[in-house]
């Protein structure tokens, strides 16, 4: 177990009264996916808790919601977008039929000269529209290799193995499918060789698939780190150290697609107070380096949504609170850090980049009559970088339950960001360079897919 890092607390006051980058960031692009939106497979929310407002009901009959979404990547098109869905309905203890899938989407946002402001599936390959979500516009997660090294939900008979529990779908029996009782994926990176790493909270563990979705290789630990969900410490041979559900929330792959950078939702226990453990990850080597760092939360902060590479060094990450429009105070905002401002180990500087509860709105895209715009959402998840004035910004509706702006199911809302200051030093080849890697990669797929069509 590693060493805890003790800092002095002027340190941490010093690193959090970093100043504003910019002021003025102005909402240019808004959409809008419904909170009932699901795709077909089998039902879920059976073990799900209705939530307070009286719509939404689960479970969903031979259906699974296009909600949740916790991670973004660029799409196989220009202006469409991978979705990760998270693992569910909050908790592993009820999750076990909300399968893990990636879908690919293109929003048509409404801007000051038009368009709709409504969302739309492609194809995961090709992003050619599609009438639906369904099948091609999606992966879905497996161990049909059987490479994960832990029992899942598609090797029980009933779900949880309680025989008082509904049977296990047979699509995820044969399939060897992934459920949100096996993991709580919350980020996810595609590298260099077109293989996605996703990052997950139960461990914390870093999960390996291929383009497809199929586990590749057995999860990877964090070393000296253990949620309670974490197998050590259900086997009873090592103690949590970190909160439930505090694993990786973020996770960023650098400029030249070798290194993921893992961010921690909670504090590790023995870690000077209110900061987050980053560790570098090597993915040649798939293994971590050793190099560490300390996030410092803001004082009206409590975690983090998501983390986003801008080059080799830095990195975009946003901070939240749980307040929202009907509780509490919402703070969300959007920070810059940049690793070579610290030693490993030691505390990060940021700067503020966007206040995420006061985007100037002057055509009131989202239609509430004001020109202010915010995005008091309990769960910010999703971040990219469209270009170095812009901004793709997403939030985790946790459905069915929600409050975010009223009462009700949440939304969710994808926002376009023009910022008032460009991001000091982006060059705009990163971002083609993460394109001609996305494209290559569902191209080299569309390859094999025709090939196998026609063998």
């Known amino acids: 177990m590693k060493t805890a890092i003790k800092l002095p607390l002027v340190a941490l ?8 980058l910019a002021a003025g960031n102005t909402l240019i692009g808004w959409a809008m996916l419904p909170a009932a939106t699901f795709a077909d497979g089998p039902t879920s929310g059976q073990f799900a808790s209705a939530n307070p407002y009286g719509t939404n009901i689960p479970p969903y009959t031979d259906l699974q919601p296009v909600q949740g979404l916790s991670a973004v990547l660029t799409g196989p098109e220009k202006n469409t977008f991978l979705v990760m869905t998270d693992n569910g309905f909050g908790a592993q203890s009820n999750s076990a039929d909300a399968l893990l899938r990636v879908y690919a989407l293109k929003p048509d946002f409404k801007t000051a000269s038009g368009g709709t402001g409504t969302v739309s599936a492609v194809d995961f390959l090709l992003g050619t529209g599609l009438s639906k979500f369904s099948g091609p516009s999606r992966i879905t997660l497996n161990d049909i290799n059987r490479k994960l090294g832990i029992t899942i939900q598609a090797d029980l008979d009933n779900y949880y193995g309680d025989p008082a529990k509904p049977d296990v779908d047979p699509s995820i029996k044969f399939g060897r499918l992934l ?24 461990g914390p563990y870093l999960v390996k698939t291929d383009r497809s979705g199929t586990v590749l290789r057995s999860k990877i630990s964090l070393p000296g780190v253990y949620a309670p969900q974490h197998e050590d410490v259900v086997a009873g041979t090592a103690t949590a150290n970190l909160a439930s559900s505090g694993g990786f ?52 902060g409590s975690a983090i949504g998501d983390m986003t590479g801008i080059d080799n060094h830095r990195f975009l990450v946003i901070e939240r609170n749980g307040g929202t429009a009907t509780s509490g105070a919402p703070f969300k905002k959007i920070f810059m850090i940049d690793l070579s401002t610290a030693p490993s180990g030691g505390v990060l500087q940021k700067t503020e980049l966007v206040d995420l509860m006061n985007i100037a709105d002057p055509d009131d895209l989202n239609g509430d009559g004001k020109m202010t715009f915010t995005f008091p959402y309990v769960t910010i998840e999703d971040l990219l970088i469209l270009d170095a004035e812009t901004l793709l910004v997403i939030n985790d509706n946790n459905f069915p339950y929600g409050g975010g702006r009223e009462l009700a199911s949440d939304n969710t809302e994808l926002l376009k960001i023009r910022l008032a200051t460009s991001i000091p030093g982006f060059h705009h080849d990163r971002h083609n360079k993460s394109e001609t890697r996305a494209n290559r990669c569902e191209a080299g797929e569309e390859r094999r897919r025709q090939d196998h069509d026609h063998d």
């Open 13 to 20: 006051a010093t690193t959090l009264a970093m100043p504003a």
């Open 179 to 202: 459920t949100g009782a096996d993991l709580d994926i919350e980020s996810i990176r595609r590298d260099k060789n077109c293989n996605l790493w996703f990052g997950d909270e139960f």
């Open 249 to 300: 929330e973020g996770m960023a792959i650098n400029r030249n697609g070798d290194k993921l950078y893992t961010l921690l939702e909670k504090s590790v226990t023995g870690d000077p107070a209110r900061t987050l453990r980053i560790n570098e990850f090597d993915i040649d080597g798939e293994a971590y380096t050793g190099v560490s760092y300390l996030y410092p939360l803001d004082s009206e």
